[in-house]
Nanobody, 116 residues
Framework: QVQLVESGGGLVEPGGSLTLSCFASDITFGIYTMGWYRQSPGREHEFVANITWNGESTNYADTMSGRFTISRDNAKNMVYLQMNNLNPEDTAVYYC?????????RGKGTLVAVSS
């Protein structure tokens, strides 16, 4: 059974940084596009970033571009999200996502709270 497990969330002050990690098991990781989404209270799921199977192409939501960096290590079945210059509007549960055609898997999420 495919499992995506996120880690690295927590409480951080405005302007701070966090790196989220996601480990994927029981999946041919190297062929999936991997991504991150987030959801804040009262808001819909929001695309954050994704990265193609070979890491050669990345996409970011406009509000995260320049502050967030997605990367992956296919040898370790890991995808990462480096988040810099965090602000309170970034407070959300962040979800790891794996996509291949019509197949899609999502983890249970990790909470990021940005507050002073």
């Amino acid at each position: 059974q495919v499992q995506l497990v996120e880690s690295g969330g927590g409480l951080v002050e405005p302007g701070g940084s966090l790196t989220l990690s996601c480990f994927a098991s029981d999946i041919t990781f190297g062929i999936y596009t991997m991504g991150w989404y987030r959801q804040s209270p009262g808001r819909e799921h929001e695309f954050v970033a994704n990265i193609t199977w070979n890491g050669e192409s990345t996409n970011y939501a406009d509000t995260m571009s320049g502050r967030f960096t997605i990367s992956r290590d296919n040898a370790k079945n890991m995808v990462y999200l480096q988040m810099n210059n965090l602000n309170p509007e970034d407070t959300a549960v962040y979800y790891c996502n794996a996509e291949l055609g019509t197949l899609a898997y999502r983890g249970k999420g990790t909470l990021v709270a940005v507050s002073s």
